[in-house]
Nanobody
Framework: QVQLVESGGGSVQAGGSLRLSCSVS????????MAWFRQAPGKEREGVAV???????VYVDSVKGRFTISKDNPKNTLHLQMNSLKPEDTAVYYC??????????????????WGQGTQVTVSS
């Protein structure tokens, strides 16, 4: 049974940093495409960043220059370094993964496996 487990969420003041991690278990091959999504209260879930096994990354405009996604292929783990956090970054952050190549347009249907989410709260 494939499981994705996120860690690293928490509360921070605006301008601070957090690092999220996502570990994949129960799947012996590398997940080709992994991504971070987030859902703020009262809003739809949105894609934040995606990375594939070849090192290609895509970011949503609102986090460019502040967030960095990184993928450790041998360990099948994913990280999201979040700097210069803003109150509008407050959300539950979800890790998503799929063994197929990335399509790259943050479609939730692209990802077969999802984590339970980790809360990130940024206070002003």
């Amino acid at each position: 049974q494939v499981q994705l487990v996120e860690s690293g969420g928490g509360s921070v003041q605006a301008g601070g940093s957090l690092r999220l991690s996502c570990s994949v278990s129960g799947y012996k091959y590398s997940m080709n495409c992994m991504a971070w999504f987030r859902q703020a209260p009262g809003k739809e879930r949105e894609g934040v960043a995606v990375a594939d096994n070849d090192g290609r990354t895509v970011y949503v405009d609102s986090v460019k220059g502040r967030f960095t996604i990184s993928k450790d292929n041998p360990k099948n783990t994913l990280h999201l370094q979040m700097n210069s956090l803003k109150p509008e970054d407050t959300a539950v952050y979800y890790c998503a993964a799929d063994p197929r190549p990335c399509v790259g347009n943050f479609q939730e249907s692209e990802f077969r496996f999802w984590g339970q989410g980790t809360q990130v709260t940024v206070s002003s």
